[in-house]
Every structure is written in C-alpha cells, then in structure tokens.
C-alpha cells in the first residue's frame, strides 16, 4: 500500500470526505480516545499560528499521542528545499535528510509554510509541503501552505452542523478587503470543498484579477461536475449575495499582480465597499456567515454581522480540533 498524505482535499474522494466528517463528527461528541496512544507528530511552523498549534497540540494529546512543535529557522536549523543546490547560503540542512530523520522519529509531520508572495509561478508549486511529502517515510499533513485541507474540514463540517444536507445549497465565496495582500490559500480550498459538495458556488470579486488560479477553477468545474453542483464567477454584489444559503469571506491578493503590491493597491483600496454587512447579508436566504479567522473586525464583515446568531465563524473555528483528530486518526490507520 502506497503512503497517504493529506496534502489536499482534492486527492480525496467524495466519499472519503464524508468518512471523515462523519468522523469528526463523533469526536466532537466523544472528544478522548487512544487512536493514537503511544505515536508522535511533528508540527513544523514556518508561519505564525493561533488556531492551528492549539488545535493539533491539543488534537494530538486528546487521542493520547504527544505533539512536538519545531519552527525551522528559530528554533530549529533552516531548512534548504532545492535540490541540486550548493548550500553556502543561511540554510544549515537538507530537506533529503530533515524529512527522514523526523521519519525515524515521530509517526506524522504536518507543515504550515506561506508563500514567499513574490513569484506566483514559483509559489503555486508548493514545493515545501510536496518536499516533505518527497523524502518523509511517514504521513505527510498541509496545515496550510497555498491551500488549507484542514480548514476546508472545518467549514464544511459547521455547514453540514446547519444545514444537513448541502446539495444545492447557493454559496458565496466573497472576497473581502483587508489592508495588506493576503495569501489564497483559504480561498482555494473553500473553493474545492463547496464544489466537492455539490452547492451552487458563486465567487464574488472586484475585478477579474481576482478570480483565483486557473488551477482551482478547473477543480472546483469538474468538482460540480461530478457532484452535482455549479460554479459561476460573479462581480456583482447583490446579484450574488440574493437568495444565498451561505456567504464564506476571505481576502486574497490579486494573482496579476503578486509581487507587485504598490500596483494592486489602487484597485484593492476602490473595493472597501466589499465588507460584509447587514445590508449584504439581508439579501440571503436568512444564510450564514462563516470566515477562517483572525477577522479584522469592521474591515471584512462588520460587529453586527460577527455578533449575529448567522455566524458560524466560532463553530467552524472549534471544529478544527475535531476535523484534525480524524485525519491524524485516518493517517496513523493506515500505518
């Protein structure tokens, strides 16, 4: 049997979606066990986290297993990830042999590394995570690096926690701004996991500069095809937001100009109007309102939206613990 990673929802199967959401399902009824009693995960961080160590520290000592939290370049060595290289720069080792020591050591390595936001031919490779997935002998976690499987598992489970069933459910992926750039990673995989599971996703932005990689949008086409779903691309706020079931906010840099923020600036500044607000949200079919989290507050969606019983975004926070548990759980099954 070939080794399995959880690099991204879309080398999933429907089916093996729904296992493991009904998984964490009973988690989140049950939260102790012993699935993974006397095994070790490393968690590696090159990128700040709240949610994400806290969830899988926590996950990892609920079904009896110890997490270790490195994060290379601070208290662990830098880490060099092309191959062929001559090191003589700030890089103190290898990939090649940091994915396989830990291998030796622990039982599942999960990664959270950001793009460099400088190249986005460079960066849509994923060449951190695809590296770790390379060399390691062991499970191999993306806790996010252009997408993020794991949230993806949370949304979807508070989705389903509201409404059962969510075949042609209308969903909103809107853009929203925020001050600075910010990574499309979330956008992507709220973008894979709605069409994976059959709603009819509308992906509202300013311009289309802001339509996400070419990469995402054939997934999320064939994930409608195969589902029973749609997916259309929208510029118009309340033609979008009328009669949906759901509205998923998150900002992301325009992919034309990644790199260059001073360019994007302009365009992103003219675009304020696209905050979430009570005026927005009462052209839904009563929907919900969920995001990933941090939430500039009044920037993206206003308090009375945040405040309001339609936000799920808590739900969708807390259900990462319980979503994690069941990959971590899956992962060490197959071992």
């Known amino acids: 049997m070939s080794l399995r990673h959880f ?15 009904e998984q964490a399902a009973v988690f989140k009824r049950s939260p102790r066990g012993q699935q993974l009693a006397g095994k070790s995960v490393a968690l590696l961080f090159f990128n700040p986290s709240m949610r994400t160590r806290t969830s899988f520290e926590l996950g990892a000592f609920h079904l009896g297993g110890h997490a270790i939290v490195l994060a290379p370049g601070k208290d662990a060595w830098p880490i060099e990830f092309r191959p062929g290289v001559v090191m003589d720069g700030e890089a103190e080792e290898h990939i090649a042999e940091v994915a396989r020591v830990l291998s030796r050591y622990v039982d599942l390595i999960a990664v959270r590394a950001f793009p460099k936001f400088q190249d986005w031919s460079v960066d849509r490779e994923d060449a951190v995570i695809k590296a770790f997935a390379q060399h390691a002998t062991v499970p191999v976690i993306n806790m996010e690096t252009i997408t ?11 989705l389903k926690e509201r409404f059962g069933d969510l075949t042609g459910r209308k969903y909103v992926l809107t853009w929203t701004y925020h001050p600075k750039p910010l990574n499309t990673a979330v956008a992507n995989s709220a ?35 195969e589902n029973g779903g749609t997916l259309t691309v ?3 706020i309340e033609e979008a937001y009328r009669g949906a079931d759901v509205v998923y906010a998150k900002s992301w840099g325009a992919l034309p100009y990644f790199g260059r923020w001073e ?8 675009h304020k109007h696209f905050i979430v607000d009570e005026a927005k949200m009462a052209l839904t079919n009563n929907g919900v309102f969920s995001h990933c989290l941090p939430l500039r507050r009044n920037i993206k969606a206003t ?17 990462r613990l319980h979503v994690q548990k069941a990959v971590m759980a899956s992962l060490i099954a197959q071992r």
């Open 234 to 236: 929208s510029h118009n």
């Open 191 to 225: 973008l894979l996991i709605a069409t994976k599971l059959g709603m009819d996703v509308t992906l509202l932005c300013p311009t289309p500069d802001y339509v996400l990689d070419e990469r995402y949008m054939a997934y999320g086409e064939q994930n409608a095809r």
């Open 303 to 319: 308090d009375a939206v945040m405040d309001s019983p339609a936000c799920i975004a808590i739900d969708e926070a807390e259900n």
């Open 148 to 158: 993020h499987p794991c949230q993806e598992l949370a949304h979807a489970l508070a």
């Open 263 to 270: 360019a994007e600036k302009p365009i992103r500044d003219a």
């Open 7 to 21: 690099l991204t929802t879309q080398d999933y199967s429907r089916a093996e979606i729904d296992a493991l959401l």
